[in-house]
């Protein structure tokens, strides 16, 4: 385990509206190191989501630092955040945000058109991605082709398209039935032994069971789960 | 991100939906078509017309006494047409003057019947029997009077076609006479058209000797000449020479205007009305683009959503959008262009005209089509620019 956790955040809060003001995050603190499986629980409202947009720097916070891969992030502006999300963070959300009018293959080249990477290897990356997510077969079909699991781990092949550090799951599995559900998980394990982060929001209880470490949220507050 | 890469999202963008960018791009294909097909359709009319114009106007002098100048130093001889056809480059030279009946009426019944009008106050032009040449008259019927007439002083006249109307006389058969005052004169000819000094068409033309001698006629009031094209900046020069060598200044010589002048003014008006109702073609278009790239973007609120967590500054999808709009505008002007090009030539075609057109006209309509494209798509992109990506996921 290296000795910098890859996220680093403390003390953070996030406030919302002014008359009155409601804080959606009290004072955080959470670290998480390379390699790590962290799932993150909680009722409706408790600010899971509002953590994990700012962990995915799409949410800037009110008060404290975050620390991401090393880079702080409170100095950086718009475009600079923008590019640390594309190297470092893979997002994987509920609703599997596939472009409808894009080809399967087309949408997990997507995930690198943000980065500078070589335009000539895209499709060979997102070929192998789509292999490693068994769904190699579907590159070519459009997305409402697909079924829930399909467009699901295609979702996840885009997240892991340009090898990022860190895949923030935003409820992955709850448009998914429980056989999905399982081969959606077995996924994620697969992904987390080949080392990659994986930090993952969710309120069913068996599925926050599958990571290395459970947190749970509760009005804004963190505590680590027994 | 690359520019191949934007120009590849922006263009899957757009034909995402096919029919609705049909759709939309066809109100700038109409406004640059309209644009197009008025630059070229009023460039090829007013040539059409200038060019009617200037093969009549660019052979005409008319020769006239100079009101700066004392009766003496201006007065036109009597020999004015003789003395010009002598010139070379003269295709032919008459004088005419209008004549004070002092107040006679012109009639062609002997009788006052009461109960209709008989008596006319029409306009007695006195003219050279080279006039008619000069002026470009065309005859209905009967003939036009010749020197020996005008020597003898005859009582003949011509009728213009209006004012042949006015006195009832249509035939010449059985040789038509009308009055001035109480003199008896022989109609011999009507004229069916003048292409110059139109005031002929409502006169009755006598011959000059007769106009000196029944009515004191002093000197011809004008001289009209034809000329060979090219021949009148030189011809204008030589008349006051051949006229009135003794007193070069004291004739006011009306050479024809510059042609390309006139022409561009007929264009400019022209131009402004078609312009307009391009500008306001185009302007609906304009509406039509920045409309459904407004309604594209609410439409598409959760894809920049994912755009931006997928790693999109707020430049990115700016630009997207407004490379989207701009290609619109660049389709629906490549369309227009070629579509207005293809009206001027389809009418020009039908006219028998010569389609003329500035090469540049449908080269630019492009140009301005992306811009138009450019502009319309400022606010959407600015739009969606500002969503937070939080927001747009939530919505989408």
């Known amino acids: 385990m290296n000795l910098r956790p890859i996220i680093e955040i403390r003390d953070v809060g996030r406030r919302f509206g002014v008359e009155p003001p409601f804080d959606a995050l009290v004072g955080v603190n959470l670290a998480v190191h390379a390699g790590e499986w962290v799932s993150i629980t909680g009722p409706s409202g408790s600010g899971k989501s509002t953590l994990l947009n700012v962990l995915g720097l799409l949410d800037v916070p009110t008060s404290g630092t975050y620390h991401l891969a090393g880079t702080d992030v409170r100095a950086l502006n718009d475009g600079q955040r923008a590019g640390l999300r594309s190297r470092e963070i893979g997002f994987v959300f509920q609703a599997f945000h596939l472009v409808a009018y894009r080809t399967v293959l087309e949408n997990v080249m997507l995930g690198d058109v943000y980065r500078k990477g070589p335009r000539r290897q895209r499709a060979g990356h997102a070929r192998s991605a789509l292999e490693r997510v068994g769904l190699g077969h579907r590159a070519a079909y459009m997305p409402t082709r697909l079924s829930g699991g399909e467009r699901q781990r295609a979702a996840i092949a885009r997240a892991i398209m340009g090898s990022p550090s860190v895949l923030l799951c935003d409820e992955p599995t709850g448009n998914l039935d429980s056989v999905t559900t399982a081969a959606v998980l077995d996924l994620f394990a697969e992904l987390n032994k080949g080392g990659l982060t994986i930090v993952m929001i969710t309120h069913e209880a068996d599925v926050a069971a599958r990571a290395d470490r459970q947190v749970r949220i509760v009005d804004g507050r963190l505590t680590e789960a027994a | 991100m690359s520019a191949a890469d934007l120009g590849d999202e922006a263009l899957a963008g757009l034909f995402a939906r096919p029919g609705r960018m049909s759709l939309t791009v066809l109100g700038t294909v109409i406004g640059l078509a309209a644009l197009v097909a008025t630059l070229g359709l009023s460039r090829t009319a007013g040539n059409r017309i200038v060019g009617r114009f200037d093969e009549l106007a660019a052979t005409e002098i008319v020769v006239s006494r100079s009101n700066t100048s004392t009766p003496e130093e201006s007065v036109l001889p009597w020999d004015s047409p003789e003395r010009l056809e002598r010139l070379n480059g003269v295709v032919a030279a008459g004088s005419m003057s209008t004549v004070d009946v002092v107040g006679r009426q012109v009639s062609t019944s002997p009788i006052s019947d009461p109960t209709r009008q008989t008596e006319f106050n029409l306009t007695i032009q006195a003219a050279s029997p080279g006039l008619f040449e000069a002026v470009r008259a065309q005859l209905r019927s009967g003939r036009y009077f010749d020197p020996g007439n005008s020597d003898r002083a005859d009582r003949v006249a011509i009728l213009g076609p209006s004012a042949a109307l006015k006195l009832g006389i249509s035939r010449l058969e059985q040789l038509p006479a009308l009055r001035i005052g109480d003199d008896i004169y022989l109609v011999v000819g009507i004229l069916d058209g003048v292409a110059r000094q139109p005031g002929l068409l409502g006169a009755v033309i006598i011959p000059e000797g007769t106009a000196q001698r029944d009515f004191g006629l002093r000197s011809p009031e004008l001289v009209v000449v034809e000329t060979r094209i090219g021949a009148t900046q030189l011809i204008s020069q030589q008349i006051p020479l051949a006229l009135r060598p003794d007193s070069v200044r004291g004739l006011r010589v009306a050479a024809p205007s510059e042609p390309k002048r006139a022409r561009d003014l007929v264009q400019k008006d022209l131009n402004v009305l078609f312009l307009m109702l391009s500008g306001v073609s185009l302007l609906v278009g304009a509406i ?29 999808i700016a630009f997207q959008f407004l490379l989207e709009s701009a290609t619109m505008g660049l389709f629906g002007g490549i369309l227009g262009a070629s579509l207005g090009v293809l009206v001027v030539v389809g009418v020009s075609a039908y006219q028998s005209w010569t389609p003329v ?15 138009t494209g450019l502009v319309s798509g400022t606010y959407p992109a600015l739009r969606a620019a500002r969503m937070e990506p939080v927001e747009a996921l939530r919505a989408g």
């Open chain 2, 288 to 316: 039509g683009i920045a409309n459904v790239t407004l309604v594209s973007v609410i439409e598409r609120t959760g894809e920049i959503g994912l755009r931006r967590a997928l790693g999109a500054a707020r430049r990115h």
């Open chain 2, 357 to 371: 057109l500035d090469p540049l006209v449908p080269l630019v309509a492009p140009l301005i089509g992306a811009i």
